[in-house]
């Protein structure tokens, strides 16, 4: 099943203003980077995609303003001195315009004991709180909000617990989420002592409390990303852009999404969210820049739209008599054989009747009903078509 763009943002909005640093130790250092105002460029940061950078977090959050808060996390190159900084960019989920502005703290400190500056994958939780990790050396933490204060952190608890595997490998959490109310972990596995980014096909899942391993999902693909839906179903992102939906608590596969994209399979280079507001699937992606410096990132947000590939003929539900009035039906699936809703069919008819509305939309069983008035005793031929977009 194909998905349907119904929502954007504006694009990032870089900063065009020098970050004032004081003075001491802070006012010592030249700038990391110039080359981000050589005209023709003229922003002071830029969206840094590497293996410790790029979009690192996506997801959503109630505002005064807005139903809905879509927050973007990365990564930055930035002029200023350390030449870094990690943002937050929030965006009004109705009309798409930004919202604020966020750096996230940084002092001296973080450089010689980071708590988040090097982490490359968020996840959000129920409480508003934050796991993150950056899947190859460091724990997996949860951060309180704001970041910056460790709540709790996972000392390699996921290595070696996969049975069914190579014992010589060391497999850990690299794309994930964490469920804590159901004691789970799901994600891809990164294996230690393989080339960088083998990445293990199938969604797993750990135990939260031991890091026992529990089962392996079969999803199409290598993992690109994970994202939680509502109860204890997720999607599972490949980097060949299909999102398979699964129950990661019984291991059911209940369906397939197409997005049409083909991702790298690499950090920072797409993140993809669930919107419980909207019910929606948020995704942004990250490409290079403007000539002037300006980002050309935005988020997106999609719905599964069923592709139609089979309406049946109108089918009359009693017989046609003269001045009898004949329920006709027009059943419109989907190509996963899916009910296809909200499709417009138009009905024609020509001979001895006369056929009500001309146009009508398919109900949530894919059908539509149109009313068939036999006028005479004679040969009546009726044909309904829809339009494919």
């Not at 997106?300 to 039906?329: C, D, F, H, N, W």
Request: net charge negative; glycine share 10%; aromatic share 14%.
């Amino acid at each position: 099943m194909p998905l349907k763009k119904v929502f954007e943002t504006v694009n990032i909005p870089y900063r065009d203003y020098r970050r004032p640093f004081g003075t001491g130790i802070y006012a010592s250092f030249p700038d990391s980077h110039p080359e981000l105002i050589a005209p023709p460029r003229q922003y002071y940061e830029t969206l840094w995609f590497s293996n410790q950078g790029g979009i690192q977090g996506l997801f959503t959050e109630g505002g005064q303003d807005s139903p809905v808060i879509i927050c973007l996390q990365a990564k930055v190159q930035t002029v200023e001195w350390p030449g870094y900084q990690m943002v937050i960019y929030r965006f009004n989920g109705v009309t798409g315009d930004a919202y604020s502005y966020e750096e996230l703290p940084f002092d001296i400190d973080a450089l010689i004991s980071p708590a988040y500056l090097y982490m490359r994958y968020m996840t959000t939780v129920g409480d508003g709180n934050y796991w993150s990790s950056n899947g190859l050396s460091q724990p997996i933490r949860k951060f309180d909000r704001p970041l910056g204060s460790v709540i709790a952190s996972i000392e390699n608890n996921f290595w070696g617990k996969n049975p069914d595997d190579n014992p010589s490998l060391q497999p850990a959490p690299y794309l994930f989420f964490i469920d804590e109310p159901n004691d789970l972990v799901v994600g891809y596995p990164y294996y230690f002592g393989s080339p960088y980014g083998n990445v293990k096909t199938g969604l797993y899942v750990w135990r939260f409390s031991d890091g026992a391993f529990i089962r392996r999902i079969p999803v199409i693909g290598q993992g690109s990303d994970v994202f939680r839906e509502d109860g204890t179903r997720c999607y599972a992102v490949s980097t060949t852009g299909i999102l398979t939906l699964v129950n990661y608590a019984s291991g059911e596969v209940l369906g397939v999404l197409g997005f049409g994209t083909q991702f790298e399979k690499a950090y920072g280079r797409v993140r993809f969210a669930w919107d419980r507001f909207y019910r929606r699937i948020l995704v942004a992606i990250w490409t290079s820049d403007n000539a002037d410096g300006s980002s050309t990132v935005k988020v997106e947000a999609y719905y599964p739209q069923s592709s139609v590939v089979g309406m049946s003929k109108p089918i009359p539900l009693a017989v046609p008599r003269k001045g009898r009035t004949v329920p006709l039906l027009v059943e419109v699936r989907g190509d996963a054989g899916e009910f296809v809703q909200a499709q417009m069919i138009d009905q024609v008819s020509s001979g001895q009747a006369s056929v009500k509305p001309a146009r009508k939309a398919t109900d949530g069983y894919g059908c539509a009903t149109f009313s068939m008035k036999c006028t005479d005793t004679g040969t009546v031929t009726t044909d309904a078509s829809t339009v494919i977009e």
